[in-house]
């Protein structure tokens, strides 16, 4: 049992730690929420006072606004998809016995570790580049017209190169929820005349559910808010421009403080809906 | 276990992997083999995958051209710097609320998480403006102090997870045997939660290192770390893929190898204790 004493002492050593994030976190989301109900321009007049809810209104109906919705659905669900998919696929792969899994392992965690502006540039030139690409090589060579990935293919160029880098991490989680599966589960239903589908399904699938849901979970956080990978290749166009991308371009390159922390705060109120529902799976974790 | 493994299961097993493995990990591959052609042979067709005249002309030129070694200096000492402070700061945190847990110890701890949720977009103008006013734009500290608070949860959560490893009774009975709190951090605890400590600066090191949206953000020719250097590759430099290829090469081996260290604390780490 703690003592008094003890009790303030940690209440004190946690003090820097918390202080530090409650201002990081109240300080500029107060300013985001001041600024979006007033008319802000620092380059057109500066501040012109408050609007009510005049930006939350214009930035919905503005016309970018559902086109850049959807190409955020698009993205993070084709990304989830293909990360969730083929990072099962792999997880199995990797669980099975085979020679120089470890190499093998190393293999395929690699691309997490390479920084965004790094692999949106490589993938962008050395691969998509549609004159002296690799791609565009490969395509020559079985005769057919080289594609302009990233302006006639922009939203599946991207969702390869985002996929590409997310993939390790999904396979990676997952794999590790794969061994603790336990073997003889497997073994007796395997002996009970089960097929390898129907093992698949009624008992690694659901062994996996808990893992695929943080999977998906973290991933859409991360992926609502992706970056580099846009402003490198396509700068938003090409119908590239997400939801968060948007917010980018009205806050720094329009300079419409206004409008653009109207948006800030959709996007924190988007954000939060996902992460309430991962708070919760991480709680009960703390309980155990 | 024991079940019978045939060779010739596993051949097929270990021909899939490896065909896997070396599709995803082929990019990387190519970036670092074209680094070493010449431009003209970096966009031959037919590609040429190892018979070419090595050469190692692009690294000089990257370097002599872009004063590499001061974007690498600022990727070390951003990412050091900002895991540094943050390990600091989160060390008691982490140890008060695995040792003397209370009522809100998990409300705290989730808190703590969401604030990692918040998107970054969202409060980038703010962010702008307390730069602007503090002289911290473009400057090695600001960008130290942001990406450290950004990190923040990840560092308290990690570190929370292997302190809670632990054994308490260790601590009780260094309590009994007089150990003051100074004491029984400094001689109990601490070798205890070296390893732990380790594996948290690694990842969070790398985690920062790779960070582009602040360091994009706000930075311009001063302050900038190789995310940014690289980025004004973007065009038109992004023509000449061999010296690309060998600045991206440069930005990226150094945390590729730590990251192979680091796989396990991975997932630790990412999924805040979620998935072991």
């Known amino acids: 049992m703690a003592t008094q004493n003890s009790r303030s002492a940690a209440r004190l050593m946690m003090a820097p730690a918390v202080i ?7 300080v500029p989301l107060t300013m985001t929420l001041w600024f979006s109900f007033r008319k802000y321009l620092p380059l057109r007049g500066g501040d012109q006072g408050w609007v009510g809810f005049d930006n939350y209104v214009r930035f919905v109906s503005s016309s970018s606004f559902w086109p850049s919705v ?16 083929f990072g099962i696929l792999l997880a199995l792969l990797l669980d099975q016995p085979m020679w120089g899994q470890g190499v093998v392992r190393i293999l395929v965690i690699a ?6 502006t790094v692999s949106a540039l490589v993938w962008k030139n050395i691969f998509m580049d549609p004159v002296n690409g690799l791609f565009a090589h490969l395509w020559k060579f079985f005769g057919a017209t080289p594609v302009e990935w990233l302006s006639q293919a922009s939203v599946q160029s991207i969702i390869m190169i985002v996929s590409w880098q997310w993939l390790p991490f999904a396979t990676l989680i997952l794999l590790t929820a794969v061994q603790s599966l336990d073997g003889e589960r497997l073994e007796a239903s395997e002996m009970d005349g089960a097929n390898p589908l129907q093992r698949f399904g009624y008992i690694v699938l659901p062994h996996l559910a808990r893992a695929i849901t943080i999977v998906v979970l973290i991933q859409t956080i991360f992926l609502l ?13 090409f119908g590239t421009k997400t939801l968060s991308y948007l917010i980018f371009q009205r806050v720094l390159e329009s300079q419409n403080i206004g409008l653009g922390s109207a948006g800030g705060i959709y996007a924190v109120i988007l954000a939060n809906i996902v992460a309430i529902f991962l708070m919760r799976i991480v709680g009960k974790n703390l309980d155990a | 276990m ?7 299961r596993k051949t097929i097993n270990t021909v899939l992997a490896w065909a896997i493995g ?3 990990f082929f990019p990387i591959l190519w970036t670092i083999l074209t680094s070493f052609k010449t431009e003209a042979q970096a966009i ?5 995958f190892l018979f070419f005249d090595w050469t190692l002309e692009n690294y000089s030129v990257v370097q002599e051209r872009s004063n590499y070694a001061r974007f690498l200096w600022n990727s070390i000492f951003i990412a050091g710097g900002s895991t540094l402070l943050g390990v600091i700061i989160a060390i008691p945190a982490a140890w008060s609320m695995a040792f003397v847990p209370s009522k809100r110890t998990k409300d705290i701890l989730l808190w703590m998480l969401s604030t990692k949720m918040l998107p970054a977009v969202g409060v980038l103008y703010p962010i702008y403006l307390l730069f602007i006013k503090f002289g911290l734009l473009d400057s090695v500290l600001g960008l130290t102090i942001v990406i450290m608070l950004i990190n923040l949860p990840i560092i308290v959560w990690m570190l929370y997870t292997y302190f809670r490893e632990i054994p308490v009774d260790i601590l009780e009975a260094a309590r009994m045997d007089g150990a003051s709190l100074k004491s029984e951090i ?6 205890m939660a070296v390893p732990g400590i380790a594996s948290t600066l690694l990842l969070n090191f790398i985690l920062a290192w790779n960070e582009a949206f602040w360091t994009l953000n706000l930075t311009a020719a001063k302050a900038g770390p190789l995310t940014a250097f690289i980025a004004s590759y973007s065009s038109p430099e992004g023509l000449f893929y061999a010296k690309l290829s060998a600045a991206s090469t440069m930005a990226i081996l150094p945390i590729l190898i730590l990251g192979w260290f680091s796989q396990k604390q991975l997932v630790r780490g990412l999924t805040f204790g979620a998935v072991k």
């Open chain 1, 70 to 85: 959807q190409t955020t659905l698009i993205i993070v669900g084709g990304v989830l998809i293909i990360t969730v998919v």
């Open chain 1, 225 to 237: 808010s992706i970056f580099a990978e846009i402003f490198v290749t396509t700068g938003g166009a």
């Open chain 2, 2 to 8: 024991a079940r019978s493994i045939t060779t010739q």
């Open chain 2, 22 to 24: 070396l599709l995803i």
């Open chain 2, 186 to 191: 400094l001689y109990v605890l601490t070798p």
């Open chain 2, 44 to 48: 031959n067709d037919p590609p040429i």
């Open chain 1, 20 to 26: 530090l994030l409650l201002g990081w976190m109240l």
């Open chain 1, 111 to 116: 691309p997490f570790f390479v920084m965004p």
